[in-house]
């Protein structure tokens, strides 16, 4: 059973970064697209943004220009490097294997194999 683990995660203060990093145990989602999603308690999991098998990306209006994310298929490994955080970033970051296409819209399509999580604290 292909697994993704999540690291990277931490305290940060306001302004600094973190990478975090999703290593599956094997190669088979290279050519899917993977997603960065995040939590807080209480509300649902909201899509931070996604790489498509072709390497583009797309982001949520409240990370762009701050979080970039890249991958290294040679790794398995997908990355999610954020920048100049903010409190309101605190969460537990998940990552998500999709499908190997996206919708028509450019939309991602959200799969079945998630990471266990990591938690980002942003302190102000």
């Known amino acids: 059973q292909v697994q993704l683990v999540e690291s990277g995660g931490g305290l940060v203060q306001a302004g600094g970064s973190l990478r975090l990093s999703c290593a599956a145990s094997k190669s088979t989602f290279n050519d899917n697209a993977m997603g960065w999603y995040r939590q807080t308690p209480g509300n649902q999991r909201e899509l931070v943004g996604y790489?498509?098998?072709?390497?583009?990306?797309n982001y949520a209006d409240s990370v762009r220009g701050r979080f970039t994310i890249s991958r290294d298929k040679a790794k398995n490994t997908v990355y999610l490097q954020m920048n100049s955080l903010k409190p309101e970033d605190t969460a537990v970051y998940y990552c998500?294997?999709?499908?190997?296409?996206?919708?028509?819209?450019?939309?991602?399509?959200?799969?079945?194999?998630w990471g266990q999580g990591t938690q980002v604290t942003v302190s102000s």
């Open positions: 998500n294997a999709g499908g190997f296409s996206l919708h028509s819209d450019g939309t991602y399509i959200r799969g079945t194999y």
């Open positions: 790489i498509s098998g072709s390497g583009g990306t």
